[in-house]
């Protein structure tokens, strides 16, 4: 009988999903634990470190009881019979595969901390995004570490959350993958951890594979979300291009029931830590394993994301009349989607910089973004991937020619421009006649997201661009 469980890095990912095992198996104590002191104390305080519709009530309702949040990370390991390690995996910016492999430092560190205090069998879950083949890794780690009398089984059971919804995706999953070896104890642990997911999850949603396959299914997935949103990014393009409108062929692929209607949003690019990273990493393995063509495939994924950035801020400028040296634009959301506080590679950043390069002054405004996380993302001189074609932009600081606003108002007075970058609902409830009236003129939309009402804003005598959709002549250049 499972008793105790540890969930070893307290993010995005640890903290939502261990909240929600607590609440769904109310007698197995769950202790989530981290490196880091500030993250554990917000977690354990009335600001928690991330904002997640519904996180907060279920912190409520399990904090002090079956959820504990503690920095005593080795009290915790040794205590549990499962371990789920939910530490960081970036790409790596030194060495060996920089750029595109992942960095398994933070893996590699919590293995040896896990072999160095265990003294009783371990279930160690890995939550984490990894290369195919790290349970190999892990294990020998593990195994080369502890006095040999510790056994250790490893599962792969990657998250398939997305931010902004992630309490809805925990707690009713399309689908819980389970990858564990093919032994005997091996088959055992699976079933110990799928009658845990069993405690809320429908079981024929319980998913079992062998390690290797749930390891490269998680990158397979976020690799085929991210390819669907270059490919209806591209189309986009090409709908400026020739009077088609991208909503509507958004539509009607979205009506083929073999594509199906999700990701079929055009954008001003996906952000957000994992897409980039995991196909960098794909990437990377496709490398090391031969595989150049398939390696070069993937890559074109990210090429036109990056493409997709920087076409909307070579429009924002030649619309202004090829400079908006001096010029005010006011940039509405930088998280990198909506209902989410994450910045992490938003593409508000490259955007940003993009138009600072060009000698803009932004004034920015974003529901729960804090200005020192923008001043902090904006002054971040980021290593570029190999290809990319933002790489200028962002090595560029130009935080002086920045200013956030907590007010949209504010923001926007006597801005030449708005650019919307994310997508957030209450952008569609602003006052844009007031906003109309005290912007310099004329007055330009960038709509980043199609998420505004173009013919109103027209009528209003805004100038409006918004992605795939047909343009006014002189904006067409
Ligand atoms: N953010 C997301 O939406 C999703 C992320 N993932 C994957 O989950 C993993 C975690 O992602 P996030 O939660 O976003 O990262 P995060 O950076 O928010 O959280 C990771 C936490 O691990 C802690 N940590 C690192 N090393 C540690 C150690 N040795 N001992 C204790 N704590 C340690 C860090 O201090 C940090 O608080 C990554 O592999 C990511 O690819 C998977 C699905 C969704
Ligand atoms: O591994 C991960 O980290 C997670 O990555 C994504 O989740 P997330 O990045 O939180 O958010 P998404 O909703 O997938 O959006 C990613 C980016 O794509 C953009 N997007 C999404 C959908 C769309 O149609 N168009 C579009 O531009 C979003 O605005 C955002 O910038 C995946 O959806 C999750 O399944 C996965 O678990």
């Given amino acids: 009988m499972v008793k105790k469980i540890c969930g070893i890095g307290a993010g995005y990912v640890g903290g939502p999903t261990m909240a929600v095992i607590a609440l769904n198996c109310p007698s197995i104590e769950v202790a989530v634990v981290d490196i880091s002191h500030s993250r554990i104390s917000a977690w354990n305080s009335d600001k928690l470190p991330i904002y997640e519709p519904g996180l907060e009530q279920i912190i409520q309702q399990c904090r002090g009881k079956n959820l504990h949040f503690s920095t005593d990370v080795e009290k915790h390991v040794y205590e549990a019979d499962i371990i789920f390690v939910n530490v960081n995996t970036p790409t790596k910016t030194g060495g060996r595969g920089a750029g595109k492999a992942a960095d398994l430092t933070y893996w590699e560190s919590a293995a040896r901390m896990i072999a160095d205090v265990s003294r009783s069998n371990k ?122 409108d991208i909503s509507q062929v958004s539509c009607v692929l979205s009506k083929n029931t073999k594509l199906g209607s999700r990701y079929l949003n055009a954008s001003v690019g996906f952000g957000g830590s994992c897409f980039q990273k995991d196909i960098l990493n794909l990437v990377y393995i496709c490398e090391c394993n031969g595989l150049v063509e398939v390696a070069n495939y993937w890559k074109e994924v990210i090429k036109v994301n990056d493409y997709q950035k920087s076409r909307f801020v070579k429009k924002v400028i030649t619309s202004m009349f090829n400079t908006v040296s001096g010029k005010k634009i006011a940039v509405l959301g930088f998280s990198f989607k909506k209902d989410t506080s994450d910045t992490r590679k938003t593409p508000a950043i490259d955007v940003c910089k993009g138009l600072l390069a060009d000698n803009a002054c932004l004034s920015i405004y974003d529901p729960r973004v804090s200005e020192e996380q923008i001043r902090r993302d904006l002054s971040m001189n980021e290593i570029p991937w190999e290809n990319s074609i933002m790489a200028e932009a962002m090595r560029f600081d130009g935080t002086k020619q920045v200013s956030v606003y907590e007010d949209v108002y504010e923001a926007t007075k006597d801005a030449h421009g708005i650019c919307v970058l994310t997508e957030w609902d209450e952008f569609k409830e602003i006052d844009y006649q007031r906003v109309f009236e005290s912007m310099e003129k004329p007055a330009f939309v960038f709509d980043g997201r199609n998420v505004l009402d173009v013919d109103k804003l027209r009528e209003i005598g805004f100038i409006v661009y918004s992605i795939g959709k047909p343009l006014k002549q002189w904006q067409s250049c």
């Avoid at 995004?129 to 020998?140: D, G, Q, Y």
């Avoid at 490269?216 to 090409?238: E, P, T």
């Fill in 123 to 244: 279930i160690v879950v890995e939550k984490s995004t990894v290369p195919v083949r790290t349970a190999e890794v892990i294990e020998k780690i593990l195994v080369h570490n502890s006095n040999g009398k510790v056994e250790y089984q490893i599962l792969s059971n990657p998250e398939f959350l997305s931010e902004g919804t992630s309490i809805q995706d925990l707690l009713n999953p399309d689908r819980v993958l389970i990858g564990g070896n093919d032994s005997l104890k091996g088959q055992e642990a699976i079933q110990k951890l799928k009658a845990i997911y069993a405690n809320w999850v429908p079981e024929d949603r319980i998913i079992t594979t062998n390690v290797w396959s749930a390891e490269l299914s998680k990158l397979a997935d976020n690799a085929f979300l991210a390819q669907r949103i270059s490919s209806i990014n591209a189309m986009s393009a090409l709908c400026e291009s020739t009077g088609a």
